[in-house]
Nanobody, 120 residues
Framework: VQLQACGGGLVQAGGSLRLSCAAS????????MGWFRQAPGKEREFVASISWNGGLTDYADSVKGRFIISRDNAKNMVYLQMNSLKPEDTAVYYC??????????????WGQGTLVTVSS
């Protein structure tokens, strides 16, 4: 599976962005999909994940109630709708394909990352 994330940019605090991740490969629908982020000087952290059929989602406590992960298996796409953005959400965001986990080690395939900058 090859992944390519896009949709990042500069937004003011309180604003919204939607990240998209395009996947190639026929087995896309077999994988859990996740979003992770890495801020400067910090370790990569889990943001959200979604099951193969979209029926189960998990979120980090820091984004729960503000971010929504979704997927469209017909289009080989996964999305992250980010609302009520805060400066602390500033990071490079990565999409990944793998297995249900909060750990990046359980994800086998990674996109290149897209930068989200939230100004105060």
């Amino acid at each position: 599976v090859q992944l390519q994330a896009c949709g990042g940019g500069l937004v003011q605090a309180g604003g919204s962005l939607r990240l998209s991740c395009a996947a190639s490969g026929r087995t896309f629908s077999s994988y859990y999909m996740g979003w992770f982020r890495q801020a400067p000087g910090k370790e990569r952290e889990f943001v959200a994940s979604i099951s193969w059929n979209g029926g189960l989602t998990d979120y980090a406590d820091s984004v729960k109630g503000r971010f929504i992960i979704s997927r469209d298996n017909a289009k080989n796409m996964v999305y992250l709708q980010m609302n009520s953005l805060k400066p602390e959400d500033t990071a490079v965001y990565y999409c990944a394909a793998g297995w249900r986990s909060y750990s990046s080690r359980k994800y086998d395939y990674w996109g290149q990352g897209t930068l989200v900058t939230v100004s105060s």
